[in-house]
């Protein structure tokens, strides 16, 4: 509840013209909403472009985040989705398709792993991103907005404007694509961990 | 709860969207299934893999893009408010009307600016005096409660005491103040300069049954 009320008080405060508030919203929420426009489309450019566009209509229509609904972060990545899904709807899966080599890192502080860690690291990166690629944008949302934002079923139902139900069967069956795409990860699970140490 | 009911319920327990007895039932099961037991750790060796996975940070050009729109954004309400203070407070609906009643304010307050400097100084005190009439010998218009020359000038005046006696009755004094009609009445007189109806009567005074009267200016001969 006090991180609400904490994220109502910044959001008041942005809408009056206070910089510092702002910042603050976009320090906490820029890069989760970021990562869930990438995780969708896979394009650096589209995803900032996209980022951009949500945190536009926190600048020119503040009104329309009411905190009863949920918070911030719920509200910025639904308006992610609309953009991200217009872009799906204007471009077919041409974006859906594309992946940036260089985006993906296993670690952030991969500089102090050996080489050969870094490699796994990526290549396993690369394997994981093109499986949630894989999947239909419903189940991919649903899946990048469960394990990468860590929403709450109740907060993915709202972003994705569909049922409590309906986003747990989209899960389900993401994690059964996900699991037979990446088996040969998962069945030598144990083997990569070790050498991932 | 057989294995069915495990496997629908495990997924809300690697959410945490359990209570702790369902999960309390689930541990049980898992610890002597190894089916199940094989899912589970399948399911959380999926969510270790996903969250091996990073992304990058979004660029530095992104944050200043943004707080730039921020910047612009209220740096342009200001300036509107500013400008606009009365008209930012109506809804934007509302704002043709505003200027409608506004236009029309205006051209009512022209319309009666020119109506009222009509009235009060055109052609008043241009009126030449009226020649003295012979049936004007009863001077029963200065007995008026009200004063004419006080109202409109000493022009007016003279016009009135030209008016026909005869044609005129005193009416009684409960009645006699009617000092509107008294400027409605020599408006009258001044444009049309000739018979006036009993509405235009000079307070104090209505015409006689059948009479009408008739202002005499000065260069018009009885």
């Known amino acids: 509840v006090s991180k609400q009320s904490d994220e109502t008080a910044l959001m008041e405060m942005a809408a009056r013209g206070d910089a510092s508030a702002f910042s603050e919203l976009y320090h906490r929420y820029g890069h989760r909403v970021y990562s869930f426009a990438y995780r969708m489309l896979s394009v650096e450019s589209v995803a900032e472009d996209v980022t951009q566009e949500a945190f536009l209509v926190l600048i020119e229509h503040p009104e329309q985040y009411r905190s009863e609904r949920g918070s911030v972060l719920t509200f910025l990545c639904a308006i992610a989705r609309h953009h991200i899904f217009h872009l799906f709807r204007r471009r077919g899966y041409e974006v859906e398709m594309g992946f940036d080599d260089d985006v993906n890192q296993t670690e952030p502080d991969e500089s102090e792993q050996d080489p050969l860690t870094i490699l796994l690291g990526q290549e396993l990166s690369a394997e994981v991103a093109a499986a949630i690629g894989e999947l239909s944008p419903l189940q991919r949302e649903a899946i990048v907005l469960r394990e990468f934002q860590e929403l709450s079923y109740e907060e993915i139902a709202r972003v994705t404007c569909a049922d409590v139900s309906v986003v747990k069967v989209r899960l389900h069956r993401a994690r059964q694509s996900l699991a037979r795409r990446l088996a040969p990860y998962l069945n030598s699970g144990r083997k990569v961990r070790h050498e991932l140490r | ?222």
């Open chain 2, 1 to 222: 709860m057989n294995c069915d009911d495990i496997d629908r319920q495990m997924e809300a327990m690697l959410d945490g969207a359990l209570d702790q007895q369902a999960e309390r039932s689930i541990k049980t099961h898992l610890s002597f299934c190894p089916t199940c037991q094989s899912k589970w750790e399948q399911l959380k060796g999926l969510r270790s893999l996903l969250q091996k996975t990073t992304t990058s940070a979004p660029s530095e050009a992104l944050e200043s893009r943004v707080m730039s729109a921020f910047h612009r954004e209220h740096a342009s309400e200001r300036s509107v408010g500013t400008r606009w203070s009365i008209s930012s407070l109506l809804p934007s609906q509302a704002k043709p009307v505003f200027a409608v009643l506004l236009i029309a304010m205006m051209i009512a307050a022209l319309t009666g600016a020119f109506i009222l400097g009509r009235v009060t100084a055109k052609p008043l005190a241009m009126i030449p005096p009226a020649a003295p009439s012979k049936d004007a010998a009863s001077p029963q218009v200065s007995k008026s409660p009200v004063d004419p020359e006080r109202i409109v000038g000493g022009g007016l005046r003279r016009q009135i005491t030209a008016v026909h006696s005869a044609s005129f009755r005193r009416i009684p004094a409960k009645t006699n103040r009617q000092e509107p009609n008294l400027i409605e009445s020599f408006s009258s007189i001044s444009k049309a300069g000739a018979t006036y109806s009993t509405t235009t009567a000079l307070p104090g005074f209505e015409p006689a049954t059948g009479a009408s009267a008739r202002v005499i200016k000065g260069d018009e001969k009885q």
